[in-house]
């Protein structure tokens, strides 16, 4: 496809993960736990305008996403790192969202690999709850996005009415951006 408009440049802010705290292990596992409920919110509400938008297969992104935030061995990785590096939340999501993520890089399916930037951005998501940060862009025009790469909850944010088109870095074609995309 052609687009013709301004281009608009989009860089994901990032979050200030802070290594060591000043709480208790208890504590920062305490907010660890606030920003998983508010992330669950978040991404409930994705879910609902994914929904009326790009249809319940493709919303089931959210729901795969909801329960990455249940996942008990990303739960319990998340609280060794707080305990045993006595780190911030933020930066305990930061280590075991890569380490998670990592993983599924390796993998040999290509499907599966592309399952990464899943849980970059769950814990993306994570880390901007933690940091009180807002994610969503807004312009006022209509505009062409140019990014690195888009997650899908970045994806289904965007005002559909103003965008004509997006060009990524990154991203494979079994991201769940481009299937957002693609519909």
Known sequence: GIAIGKLKL??????????????????????FQAAQKAAQEQLGQLYEKALDEVGEDNAAIFEI????????DF??????????????????????????????????DAYMQARAADVRDVAHRLQAVLAGAEE???????FILMADDLSPSETVQLDKSKLLGFITR???TNSHTAILART
Request: no cysteine; net charge negative; proline share 4%.
């Open 136 to 142: 969503k862009p807004d312009w006022d025009e209509p």
């Open 65 to 72: 996403h909801q329960m990455m935030l249940e996942d008990e």
């Open 75 to 108: 739960l319990d990785a998340v609280r060794s790192v707080i305990r045993t590096q006595r780190g911030t939340a933020e930066h305990a999501v930061q280590v075991t969202g890569e380490n998670f993520a990592a993983a599924f890089a390796a993998m040999e």
């Open 10 to 31: 989009y860089r994901k802010e990032a979050v200030e993960t802070g290594r060591a705290s000043s709480l208790t292990p208890e504590e920062e596992y305490a907010r």
């Open 170 to 172: 990154g991203g494979s």
